[in-house]
């Protein structure tokens, strides 16, 4: 489990990364006190210049609206599972950048997160040990047969609403973190369309069946308004064969 305190289908390409690592690799910044992270002065992910990119231009709601003919838990477990895989994926593209120096606490905004053990025992965590564990996790629940069952007929368990909704959380505090500690590696790459896209598609599937409270995902609720506003229609060019 994962506590905050106040101061937490797209294809990426390939991209040579090394060089980034002597621009943005920085050392520590010391550690939060306890109640705040070290901050910025500007989200600078919140720039039209950034959130007007995408990779698509479509209503990413017609993704996910449960269609007539499928089980409701078989639609929260194709799209759970799909943006654990996502997610997982976007964040490997700045793991070399999230280290314990760079990130010595699970940030996002003005919130730190910390992490429960099975025990119940609180940690504080840097971030990449933090993303381990979600991770880990997830991967975890998402491959149990008893939990995610993938054999005809097998049934979900009862508790199975509420597993989804908290790897929901979990996977907000990955995409929280990466706007707000490496969105600039993520631009430097450009991979801001890629990410944007993610977490628009992220947004508008927990939204449509309330897989999380909004009061914990108002600190970035600027970005998923900025990013769940359609995009004006662009102009066309119209070209004449010849």
């Not at 990119?53 to 269609?67: A, I, Q, S, Y």
């Not at 993520?186 to 896209?197: E, F, I, K, S, W």
């Amino acid at each position: 489990m994962a506590e905050t305190e106040e101061d937490p289908a797209v294809d990426l390409p390939d991209n040579p990364r090394g060089r980034l690592w002597n621009i943005f690799h920085r050392k520590g910044k010391g550690k939060p006190n306890g109640k705040k992270p070290p901050t910025e002065e500007k989200k600078h992910y919140l720039d039209a210049e950034y959130t007007k990119v995408r990779v698509v231009d479509f209503d990413l709601k017609e993704l996910v609206v449960l269609p007539r003919e499928i089980d409701l838990n078989e639609w929260l477990a194709c799209n759970t599972t799909t943006f654990f895989n996502l997610i997982n994926l976007q964040y490997s593209t700045i793991s070399e950048f999230c280290t314990g120096e760079t990130c010595p606490a699970m940030t996002a905004c003005n919130t730190i997160y910390y992490w429960y053990d099975e025990k119940g025992k609180k940690t504080k965590c840097t971030a990449p040990q933090y993303v381990d564990f979600v991770m880990s996790s997830v991967q975890k629940l998402v491959t149990d047969e008893d939990i995610f069952p993938t054999k005809y007929g097998k049934e979900f368990p009862n508790t199975f609403d509420s597993l989804v909704k908290k790897i929901c959380k979990y996977l907000f505090h990955v995409l929280g973190h990466i706007y707000w500690s490496h969105n600039k590696e993520t631009v430097a790459m450009d991979l801001h369309g890629h990410l944007n896209t993610l977490y628009t598609h992220f947004m508008v599937f927990i939204r449509e069946f309330n897989l999380m409270d909004p009061k914990e995902t108002s600190i970035m609720d600027d970005l998923t308004e900025a990013l769940c506003t359609p995009l004006p229609p662009q102009p066309q060019n119209h070209v004449t064969e010849r």
